[in-house]
């Protein structure tokens, strides 16, 4: 009797170069990163193995060439119009001890004409609010195609795209945390994806070490980045604490510390309430923490832009102060 072995998976040797051991196991290349990017989106990877890639990923921790392989796969398959913008924002972590200052700030931004790209994945953990819970009371559009977010930049040069409407099968792999029981890379690949090509992307990355990769993978893909331990690890300053920029652009990267704003810690809401950031907005409400961080907020994203740290923060101010209350 002949018995014939079977031929291993094309997408088999990714997982063992990932999980061969603790002398075995290695980094992917850039280019072996976007291989196996590229199967898993042109879904020619089994179940099993994008499981066991994505958990073996997490827990030997990427790289910074990894990620720009990834980024590289999903930016070849990306087909956007070319629009005009300033920033990217990603928004994937939601908020859970304070609320969500940083859309205040992007709105803010946006009054004064600089336009900003919000993009996110969906609810995925519970006990978070999320920007998509917000955008309807905070009159932010939501849109569902880039011809939709070409009008709502041009219009009111702010806009929310969810990841699910331009690249699904990231969402596909991010819905897989519930069942996985972790976080996978795909939350960080999302922060450097930077799908229109903005003049700056920023970025927020909670855990620490893991914003110097991201500034590093920002810079292998070309791009001009910022990236902080953000406030729940969303894009929002925390002015209670020391912020440290990872910034790079044109190649060459550059650190900066921002001090606390704060000589004492505030008290945290003991609930976030969504109508508080209306109000805050139209002026009907005083929050010494939430105007301390919209404004340093909006100062990072113009510092991002090329801004000094001071020019940055007046211009900041100005722009705060003159927002449209009604919009």
């Known amino acids: 009797m002949n018995l014939v072995t079977p031929a291993e998976h094309p997408f088999a040797q990714f997982v063992r170069m990932l999980g061969k051991?603790?002398?075995?196991?290695?980094?992917?290349?850039?280019?072996?990163?976007?291989?196996?990017?590229?199967?898993?989106?042109?879904?020619?990877?089994?179940e099993s193995q994008l499981g066991a890639f994505l958990m073996l990923l997490r827990h030997k921790e990427e790289s910074a060439e990894e990620m720009a392989g990834f980024a590289d796969a999903v930016r070849e398959r990306l087909q956007t119009p070319a629009i005009q913008l300033d920033l990217d924002w990603p928004s994937y972590a939601g908020k859970k001890r304070h609320l969500p200052w940083f859309l205040l700030a992007a709105k803010a931004l946006a009054n004064s004409g600089i336009r900003i790209l919000l993009h996110g994945g969906g609810a995925?953990?519970?006990?978070?609010?999320?920007s998509e819970q917000l955008l309807e009371t905070l009159h932010i559009p939501l849109c569902r195609s880039w011809n939709s977010v070409e009008q709502a930049l041009d219009q009111q040069q702010l806009a929310f795209i969810p990841l699910g409407d331009w690249m699904p099968q990231l969402q596909r792999m991010i819905d897989l945390r519930n069942i996985l029981g972790l976080r996978s890379p795909i939350h960080s690949l999302t922060r450097i994806l930077n799908?229109?090509?903005?003049?700056c992307g920023l970025q927020s990355i909670f855990h620490p070490g893991y914003q110097a990769v991201h500034r590093e993978a920002s810079q292998l893909l070309g791009d001009?980045?910022?990236?902080?331990?953000?406030?729940?690890?969303?894009?929002?300053?925390?002015p209670d604490a020391t912020s440290h920029f990872y910034g790079t652009a044109n190649g060459v990267n550059w650190d900066e510390d921002w001090p606390a704003l704060s000589a004492q810690r505030h008290?945290?809401?003991?609930?976030?309430?969504p109508e508080h950031l209306a109000a805050f907005w139209r002026g009907e409400v005083t929050d010494a923490y939430g105007q301390l961080a919209v404004i340093s907020t909006m100062a990072l994203a113009l510092r991002g832009l090329g801004r000094s740290r001071d020019a940055a923060f007046e211009e900041?101010?100005?722009?705060?102060?003159a927002r449209n209350l009604s919009s």
């Open 21 to 46: 051991g603790k002398r075995g196991a290695r980094n992917l290349t850039r280019e072996e990163a976007r291989e196996a990017m590229g199967m898993l989106l042109d879904g020619q990877a089994e």
């Open 124 to 130: 995925h953990t519970a006990g978070r609010m999320y």
């Open 195 to 199: 799908p229109l090509g903005a003049r």
């Open 224 to 238: 001009t980045a910022v990236v902080i331990k953000g406030e729940g690890g969303e894009i929002e300053i925390n």
């Open 267 to 273: 008290v945290k809401p003991a609930s976030l309430q």
């Open 316 to 321: 900041a101010e100005r722009g705060w102060e």
